[in-house]
Nanobody, 122 residues
Framework: DVQLQASGGGQVQAGGSLRLSCVTSGLSFDEYAVAWFRQAPGKEREAVSCTSKDGSEFHANAVKGRFTISRDSAKNTVNLQMNSLKPEDTAVYYC????????????????WGQGTLVTVSS
């Protein structure tokens, strides 16, 4: 049974940092791509950062230079380090998994975590 557990959200002031973690189980971690998506109220879910088993990554233009994604194979975990947070980063963040290669289309991911809320105040 594949499970993804997202954690690490919270409330911070603009300019602050948070680290989100996605702990996976029930899948061959090294064979899977993991992505972070976010959804703000009234907006569509969008890809934020993605990582594949081959080390390739994607970062949305809005977060480039501020967010870093990393894989920890020993812990079957993908972390999203978010620095210099802005109020527009406020959203529910979800991690998602699919075999092999990341894509930015959320409908291509079969496995999802439960979401963790990030609130950035100005």
């Amino acid at each position: 049974d594949v499970q993804l557990q997202a954690s690490g959200g919270g409330q911070v002031q603009a300019g602050g940092s948070l680290r989100l973690s996605c702990v996976t189980s029930g899948l061959s971690f090294d064979e899977y791509a993991v992505a972070w998506f976010r959804q703000a109220p009234g907006k569509e879910r969008e890809a934020v950062s993605c990582t594949s088993k081959d080390g390739s990554e994607f970062h949305a233009n809005a977060v480039k230079g501020r967010f870093t994604i990393s894989r920890d194979s020993a812990k079957n975990t993908v972390n999203l380090q978010m620095n210099s947070l802005k109020p527009e980063d406020t959203a529910v963040y979800y991690c998602a998994g699919r075999p092999t290669q990341w894509v930015t289309l959320n409908t291509e991911y079969a496995y999802w975590g439960q979401g963790t809320l990030v609130t950035v105040s100005s």
